[in-house]
């Protein structure tokens, strides 16, 4: 198997414009996280998905981030408007009941 | 992460015992982990302890366990320059969720 999918490996954007980010979990494993990592919060669990279904999205920090799991093989993490404090790294993981499988991430800059 | 704490920064010399110590607050957690994250990657699960455990060894690995003080510690022997990394110390979110709260991270750096 590849391991956890992630894509755009690196994104510059300006304030205001719509970031997506794209997450293609490991097959056959039944939970999604996101999580963002930065400098000064460390790594948070932004939501995180069981079978398809979002169980804890208690982290998302806002109404400007949302993510959505259509299926199985693809999640999105969507942020509109984007501004610059959400410059970061969003990783995207994935497990079937224990160990967590880690995306290489997608830094986010936002100018 | 502000339930689980560790110190920013580690340097030793390739050779040397490495030991990267962590804080936890929930005494509940039923599993503490030690993830790995090397530059420009995601995290790699490295070892896990669970609860009712002191100490767990995996080859240079030792995990010790303090339950009374909720205190981890993950001990690298004869560390590597390859050993370089961050090092992130994580408890259950919720009580046998597997769902990781992960500390800061330890830098590890590894000079010869």
């Known amino acids: 198997d590849a391991g956890v999918i992630q894509s755009p490996r690196h994104e510059v954007t300006e304030m205001g414009q719509e970031v997506t980010l794209r997450c293609k979990p490991i097959s056959g494993h039944n939970s999604l996280f996101w999580y963002r990592q930065t400098m000064m919060r460390g790594l948070e669990l932004l939501i995180y998905f069981n079978n398809n279904v979002p169980i804890d999205d208690s982290g998302m920090p806002e109404d400007r981030f949302s993510a959505k799991m259509p299926n199985a093989s693809f999640s999105t993490l969507k942020i509109q408007p984007s501004e610059p404090r959400d410059s970061a790294v969003y990783f995207c993981?994935?497990?079937?009941?224990?160990?967590?499988?880690f995306g290489e991430g997608s830094r986010l800059t936002v100018l | 992460g502000e339930d689980v704490e560790q110190s920013l920064f580690l340097s030793v010399r390739e050779g040397d015992s490495s030991v990267i110590n962590c804080t936890y607050t929930d005494s509940s957690s039923t599993y503490l982990y030690w993830y790995k994250q090397e530059p420009g990657a995601g995290l790699q699960l490295l070892t896990y302890?669970?609860?009712?455990?002191d100490m767990k060894q995996d080859q240079r690995l030792t995990v010790l366990l303090n339950k009374k003080d909720k205190h981890l510690s993950l001990r690298i022997a004869d560390t590597q320059t390859g050993d370089s990394a961050i090092y992130f110390c994580a408890e259950d979110r919720k009580r046998g969720s597997y769902i990781p709260t992960f500390g800061r991270g330890t830098s590890l750096i590894v000079h010869p």
């Open positions: 302890i669970f609860s009712n455990m």
């Open positions: 993981a994935s497990s079937f009941s224990g160990e967590l499988f």
